[in-house]
């Protein structure tokens, strides 16, 4: 019960559809995670270290669901040929949801929250057939930088979205009305974005027919079972996913905290956030394309290692400096390491992904991801709070308190990043490809 993919070559069009897809759903979160809605959320509609809180919990709430569908989706969308159908549900649930986050307010950290997780939800497994696609349209040979190329260009897309909607919030003075509006912008951008994967890329893999007595929702639960059985032949595979499980976590609590850091700890304003974050995706695009070479040159392990050694420095340096303009120049180092973490990450499990299977793989890629993302912006969420309650209790005013437990909460992100690291040597990358020539069943 193997997905037939065709062995065709793709089209310069079509990788570039690929690419824009990425351009418009990076715009996302430029907007909503890390320069905008963000510290939106956090200041303007709850407030406080709460909002720190209450951020975390609706960032895990969204990894959850994720974490719970993807296993059975991703094998459901290999078998039936349908990962483009999945992709245009997926993206029209956040284009949508991503506007309405316009009609959230002052005090409406319920709607607030249940909007972003819908949202968050919608793009984050979007990306589980996104990335699946990318084995169809890249060979061993080129994955690592067309990968790397798609993370460059979805970082521009974030830049340009950032630049569109920085002129009317800073010439408003950051007016919530103006700053709710970008929302809808960025839900209109994304949507107009991804509109050239659908009707450009045509998707290789081959509907297989039902047995008897079958359904797509039993094959898809028959294939998750037979993925995890078949985890002894992709020992080197699995080692690379717990070490993902672990650095993942780090990388995204940088991104969902990114903004909120720098209101808390430098008190940046609206406007500020968005050139930091401007920044932060311009060195993203040079990270993405650096490393993208460097896998193809040096190998996906060892591009790997470089770029998480280069993400503790920010994090660490943060911790330390109480200066803007060192914060500013942290961003741009950040953006550089996190983007080059992320880009190979993916294109190892297409590396290390049997023929066919994908799709399968990536949902399980994004099962380990959701399921530690779930925990790590909880547990920065929940610490920020927790230590800022401790400081205040022991005499710092309410805003040095907030800035203390903040300061606290960046020791979670190195310990996720250290131990990710150290199990990511553990991986020995040429047994992991060459497991990936042998299907689950035995065969070649």
Known sequence: MQTKTTAQKSSRRERWAWYLYDFGNSAYAAVVLLAIYAAYFKGEVVG??????????????????????APVLGPLADFSGT???????YTALSCLVTASLFFVQRGDWLIGMLFFVLAEVGYRSSQVFYNALLPEIA?????????GNGWAIGSAGGVVCLLIV?????LTGSNPLVVRLSLVFTAVFFALSSLPIFFWLRERAEPQQLPPGESYVTIAFKRLSRTFKAVRRFREFIKFILAFLIYNDG???????????????????????IIFMIIVQVTSIAGAYLFG??????????????????MVVPVVWLYFTHSRVAFYIIGALAGFALTGVQSVSRTLVGMFSPQGQSAEFYGFFAVTGRTSSFIGPTIFGWLAAEATLWYQAHGQQTLLAEQSGHR?????????????????LLVNEKKARQAAQISPEGGA
């Open 293 to 310: 070479l460097l896998t193809h040159t040096i190998g996906g392990k060892r591009t790997l290692v470089l770029s998480l050694l280069l």
């Open 166 to 170: 920085l002129v009317p919030i800073v």
């Open 83 to 89: 990962k483009k159908r999945f992709l245009f549900v």
């Open 139 to 147: 060979g061993p040979e080129d994955i690592g930088k067309v990968s």
């Open 251 to 273: 990388i995204l609590m940088v991104l969902d905290f990114g903004a909120i850091l720098g209101a808390v700890l430098f008190g940046m304003e609206q406007q500020e956030l």
């Open 408 to 424: 606290v909460a960046l020791f979670s992100i190195i310990a996720f990043l250290l131990v990710g690291l150290l199990l990511l």
């Open 48 to 69: 406080g270290a709460e909002g720190s809180r209450l951020w975390g919990i609706a960032v895990g709430i969204a990894m959850l669901i994720v974490a719970v569908t």
